[in-house]
């Protein structure tokens, strides 16, 4: 029988009524008991082998992909040359404020972090050297030193009364009274830094607590120090290592630390990131070259053998025309037992 309207035989008996795929795929129902529901069933098979057929990609035999692998190596040999030739390691370093030629590090990072840490503790060796100490009791035993019997000594009187000026003669424990100039005048008209200097059981006592408090205020002068100075002492040790500092990713407060990376390592990144991108833009034509002149055509976005495009290209065209052809009969059916 000719094929009718453009369908094939199969398709002028499902019009007529007389053929289904219920029909072909089930056996006749029984007299008095209605047919099983199979070309519902069968409809929904179908399609769905129909769409997986179509969405499969075939592999490529094993000798076209060894063929394959030897023609992207050449590919892979080009780009590198062509990326090579464009991105040069010394305009790199330039754009980077780089000084070329480019020194290697001679120590480590870790080993770069410690010679920092060295030259913060050089620095505040230098601004306050271990002399500082012997520097500091000498200045506090001297201004209170203890005042000798015949010494000519003047003080400053509390509250703006004048001053105790002469000859020292000597303290009255009893009385709490220091003779000064043939007067007897009342420690308690002294400030603290006259009566030490004055009474023995006092004296020593008073320049140890003045010491701690000014040794105290030593160190808490260092941290300061080191807390201004620290991080432009450590960059410039670092950076005469031969290594810089980059900004760490994110912003604000997500933002990670910067991170320390040697000049080299530094360059050498940019150029492999410089000429992954330029052979990204070239690839296509690149490879199109190569493939071309090996006798390959793009098919399913896969390169292949001519012949062996062709063939592929004949067996999807039969398939797309066998799973229409199968849909077709799929849709006459439904219109069939919709008029039922």
């Known amino acids: 029988m000719k094929q009718v309207s453009g369908f094939s035989w199969i398709s002028a008996l499902v019009l007529a009524g007389s053929w289904s795929v219920a029909t072909a795929a089930t056996p006749p129902a029984k007299p008095g008991k209605p047919a099983a529901p199979a070309a519902a069933k069968s409809t929904k098979a179908t399609t769905t082998a129909v769409t997986s057929t179509a969405a499969a ?21 080009r780009l590198e040359t062509l990326s090579d030739r464009e991105i040069n390691p010394r305009r790199v370093a330039e754009d980077l404020k780089i000084e070329w030629p480019i020194k290697a590090p001679e120590l480590s990072l870790a080993e770069a972090r410690k010679a920092a840490e060295a030259a ?3 620095e505040l060796d230098k601004q306050f050297p271990a002399t500082k100490i012997d520097e ?19 003080f400053d009187l509390i509250g703006g009364r004048g001053k105790a000026s002469g000859l020292f003669e000597g303290v009255s424990q009893t009385q709490k009274k220091a003779r000064i100039g043939g007067i007897w005048v009342s420690l308690r008209d002294l400030d603290e830094g006259a009566v030490v200097r004055l009474d023995p059981d006092l004296n020593q006592k008073f320049i ?8 105290r205020k030593l160190d808490l002068d260092k941290e300061s120090f080191v807390e201004a100075n620290r991080a432009a002492i450590e960059e410039k040790s670092l950076n005469a290592s031969e290594y810089v500092k980059i900004a760490g990713v994110g912003r604000g407060a997500r933002a990670a630390a910067p991170t320390w990376i040697s000049r080299k390592d530094l360059v050498d990144a940019e150029v492999l990131k410089r000429r992954k991108v330029a052979m990204g833009k070239v690839r296509p034509a690149v490879e199109e070259e ?13 390169w292949m053998p001519k012949s062996l495009a062709e063939t592929r290209k004949a067996e999807k065209t039969a398939a797309a025309e066998k799973a229409k052809e199968e849909q077709d009969i799929l849709d006459l059916q439904k219109q069939v037992d919709e008029k039922k």
């Open 136 to 154: 500091i009791r000498k200045a506090v035993e001297t201004q209170f030193a203890l005042v000798k019997d015949g010494e000519s000594v003047s």
């Open 57 to 77: 990609v075939t592999p490529l035999p094993e000798n076209v992909m060894q063929e394959r692998r030897k023609l992207e190596a050449e590919i892979q040999a």
């Open 208 to 215: 140890q607590k003045q010491i701690g408090r000014d040794l």
């Open 120 to 122: 913060v503790q050089a």
């Open 290 to 302: 190569v493939f071309t002149n090996a006798g390959y055509v793009k098919f399913d976005g896969q």
